[in-house]
């Protein structure tokens, strides 16, 4: 049984026991949920003497939440995504190799890949910083399941990456691919993979924390 | 520093960084004007170029000495410059070659990702004509 779940039947038992709302809500500060918590899980209940407790109707999940997180988990792809089309961009111009004619430069590229940085970054950045310290004011936000899912799908995504990065690096190493710029481009996208992963996983640890 | 706050730290450098390279590699705005107006200069050239091979065809197959109109060959054409007025020049080499001539800003640019047989001092490109 879900956390959730086991807070609703634990509210909704104690309301039919005659308890009152007052003794209800101490006994679940004490056992470590938040003010937040508790109230939204007293509030599921109607407050009338009616037994057993009457439900309010409430949603699943947040949508206010999940357009949040969607729209950072967006703003990171695309910062992701641009670093290395950028760095890519750069490299193939600093770097010139005689075996790779094909591969070119191209100031449109970079134009474009800047554009976006410059607004996604900075976007991500904010809304960020605003999940966290509202994470922090209501350490019970710590638990959504939208901020999880959101944390794990980018801790899968940089892991595969990474993994694909290697496996790249390895095949480049035999094909004899394995030029300057080649190692800087893997050098690139591992840098940018392995620094989400770091910090997503500082995030998700907290979350085990606030468990 | 906790690793989540350095990650965080590290990748808003590696995004400035990459923002102020990029920037200085592709040149701002007023390099970006630049390119389109030689564009439009290297675009004028090509049309020219068409024009003259169609004077040549219309007329017994040799090229013409200027871009002086020809009453076979309508159609709309831009003589000069359009940013500086300057007119574009046209010389005929050989029964076979001519060359087109503009004020481009940057011939390296041009040269490097538009067309390669540009003369980079003088800014003429050469074509060829085979009747």
């Given at each position: 049984?879900?956390?959730?779940?086991?807070?609703?039947?634990?509210?909704?038992?104690?309301?039919?026991?005659?308890?009152?709302?007052?003794?209800?809500?101490?006994?679940?500060?004490?056992?470590?949920?938040?003010?937040?918590?508790?109230?939204?899980?007293?509030?599921?209940?109607?407050?009338?003497?009616?037994?057993?407790?009457?439900p309010r109707p409430r949603p699943y999940v947040s949508a206010r939440e999940a357009f949040l997180y969607a729209l950072m988990f967006l703003a990171l792809a695309m910062t992701a995504w641009n670093i290395t089309t950028l760095g890519f961009e750069l490299i193939e111009l600093w770097l010139p190799d005689a075996t790779d004619k094909y591969t070119r430069y191209s100031a449109q590229s970079v134009r474009w890949s800047v554009s976006v940085l410059v607004v996604f970054f900075p976007l991500f950045l904010v809304m960020n910083t605003r999940a966290q310290r509202a994470a922090r004011a209501d350490p019970g936000q710590r638990r959504s399941a939208v901020r999880k899912w959101f944390g794990y799908i980018t801790l899968f995504l940089a892991a595969i990456a990474l993994l694909g990065d290697l496996i790249a690096v390895i095949y480049a190493l035999l094909s004899g691919d394995l030029t300057a710029r080649f190692i800087a481009k893997a050098a690139l996208v591992a840098l940018t993979a392995g620094l989400i992963f770091l910090y997503f996983r500082g995030e998700m640890e907290e979350v085990q924390d606030a468990r | 520093m906790r690793a989540d706050k350095l990650a965080q730290v590290a990748l808003a450098a590696l995004v400035a960084g990459l923002v102020v390279f990029g920037l200085l590699t592709v040149g701002g705005p007023g390099k970006g004007r630049m390119e389109k107006r030689d564009q439009t200069r290297l675009s004028d050239l090509r049309d020219l170029s068409q024009y003259v091979r169609c004077v040549a065809n219309t007329q017994d197959k040799t090229l013409p000495d200027s871009l002086a109109p020809v009453q076979t060959c309508q159609r709309e054409l831009r003589l000069a410059d359009p940013f500086t007025d300057a007119p574009y020049r046209y010389e005929r080499v050989s029964d076979t070659a001519y060359r087109l001539c503009a004020g481009f800003e940057d011939p390296a640019w041009v040269s490097e990702g538009l067309i390669a047989d540009l003369d980079l001092a003088t800014g003429c490109v050469q074509f060829t004509y085979t009747p």
């Open positions: 049984m879900r956390p959730a779940d086991q807070l609703a039947q634990f509210v909704a038992e104690a309301l039919k026991s005659g308890r009152s709302r007052q003794e209800i809500a101490d006994a679940l500060q004490e056992a470590g949920w938040t003010q937040n918590e508790v109230s939204g899980a007293l509030g599921a209940w109607a407050e009338t003497g009616f037994t057993p407790p009457v | -």
